[in-house]
């Protein structure tokens, strides 16, 4: 393949478009900011031909756009919908890292605004002599091969911005608050405490669907609110439903019992009317509150026409190829990559593999940008290992990982006491 930089104007910045701030698109800004700093320093000892020797004016300029200020740590959610106190934990303002303190923002909230000059005064911000990085607080509304179109928070005003590269982290939206809309800390902690009182006077609650949300969130509510029926429906006869193994499944069943939370399984909802849900076998079920989270869907409603008719699976994930660029059957588009949970790939997905696919990709743009071909790829099918965890009943951590299945395995209690908030603002503060 070729790269895009090779016809390129030296005097022209390269644009790097980064969709979505959090596990993937943050891992890029960082991996990225790091791979560009040691490229510049390489070049100023003459030991690298990259992107800064085809001429000083070549600069890297790294676009984040992301609605949200800051980080918001998805992992921790179901115990955040039961208390706006640990809510309170799990939003982190981009602010407060390091390394994504922004040389520009561009947001229509005059306060976000200020944000870049307070970094720019700051002596602990890094150097950044290889690129720029800046933050747009907007929406990405439409992709297509060069250039996006994004709308600004606040205002709602609409723009354009063209791209050498563009990689989609846009993830995941669920049953809403699962998926919150807060574009900060205090409006998140604020949707956070709306969930808790909407349900906080009801006797019984009814969770329908077992998945990873279901499975927390009925084990937060019984664990938080010990006085209230929890029932937590699901149309199979084991949980979760991913594939994994059947030791795993049956701790995480005993874990959920041995909390009192009160399981149906073999159980479909038919409907849901004055306080009771009908079962599709005539069964009713008294249910004061009742929280559906059998929804997910892939933040790609952006995709141009193109795009979507090439790249987007029957499934709605985006087909990759194994260097995460865009590829289906023969078709190609080298320089539009997608990570993290949009990717169709044949992994559960998790926050670790957003982060490692960011680290990948980073490391293919540097290569491209050096005129060389792609050559970071993504683990063979035949090797990716089939992991998890859950935070169960009593708060216990259920997990098959390498193929060992434990509960309350010590170091995973100790990662799961912050939901790994800790271990990601360290890493975000040290390059
Ligand atoms: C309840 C729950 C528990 C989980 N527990 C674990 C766990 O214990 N361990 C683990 O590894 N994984 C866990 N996961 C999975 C993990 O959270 C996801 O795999 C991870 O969030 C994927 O990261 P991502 O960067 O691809 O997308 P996301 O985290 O979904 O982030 C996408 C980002 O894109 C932004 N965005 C969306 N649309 C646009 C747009 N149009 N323009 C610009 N920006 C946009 C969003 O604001 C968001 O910041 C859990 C998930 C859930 C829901």
């Known amino acids: 393949m ?45 030991e690298s031909d990259g992107v800064s020797a085809r001429g000083a004016a070549a600069k890297v300029v790294i676009t984040l756009v992301e609605p949200k200020n800051g980080f918001l740590n998805v992992i921790g959610i179901p115990r955040c919908m039961v208390s706006a106190d640990f809510a309170s934990t799990q939003f982190v303002d981009f602010e407060s890292f390091k390394n994504f303190k922004f040389d520009k923002v561009i947001s229509s909230d005059a306060e976000t605004a200020k944000i870049a000059a307070r970094s720019n005064s700051d002596s602990s911000k890094p150097d950044r002599t290889g690129y720029v990085l800046q933050w747009i607080q907007a929406k990405v509304t439409k992709l297509e091969e060069s250039y996006a179109e994004y709308q600004m928070e606040y205002s709602g005003e609409k723009e354009v911005i063209d791209f050498d590269y563009a990689i989609i982290a846009s993830g995941r939206d669920r049953t809403y608050p699962v998926a919150p809309k807060a574009r900060s800390k205090k409006e998140f902690v604020d949707e956070m405490q709306s969930f808790v009182d909407s349900f906080k006077d009801k006797d019984v609650i009814s969770i329908v669907g077992a998945g990873a949300v279901g499975i927390e969130l009925s084990s937060e509510i019984k664990l938080h609110f010990p006085e209230k029926q929890v029932n937590l429906i699901h149309p199979h006869a084991t949980l979760p439903p991913e594939p994994l193994s059947d030791d795993f499944k049956s701790k995480v069943v005993a874990s959920l019992e041995n909390a009192g939370i009160k399981l149906l399984l073999n159980t479909r909802i038919a409907s849901e009317a004055d306080g009771f849900l009908t079962t599709t076998d005539g069964r009713q079920i008294r249910s004061d509150f009742t929280f559906w989270t059998n929804s997910k869907n892939n933040n790609l409603a952006f995709l141009g026409d193109k795009i979507r008719k090439s790249y987007l699976s029957p499934a709605g994930n985006l087909y990759v190829n194994k260097f995460f660029q865009l590829s289906y059957n023969d078709q190609t588009l080298p320089n539009v990559m997608g990570i993290g949970d949009v990717v169709e790939l044949p992994i559960i997905k998790t926050a670790g593999w957003a982060m490692y696919m960011g680290s990948l990709v980073s490391q293919n743009i540097i290569e491209l940008l050096s005129g060389n071909e792609v050559s970071n790829a993504m683990i063979a099918s035949e090797d990716i290992p089939k992991g998890m965890l859950l935070v169960g009943g009593n708060a216990d951590i259920i997990s098959q990982n390498q193929g060992k299945i434990e509960v309350n395995n010590k170091e995973f209690v100790e990662l799961y006491k912050t939901y790994w908030v800790d271990r990601i603002v360290y890493s975000y503060n040290n390059a």
């Open 2 to 46: 070729t790269s895009s930089t090779n016809s390129k104007d030296n005097r022209k910045p390269i644009n790097i478009l980064v969709i979505g701030g959090s596990y993937g698109g943050i891992a890029v800004l960082n991996q990225l900011g790091k791979l560009l700093k040691e490229k510049e320093t390489k070049t100023e000892t003459g």
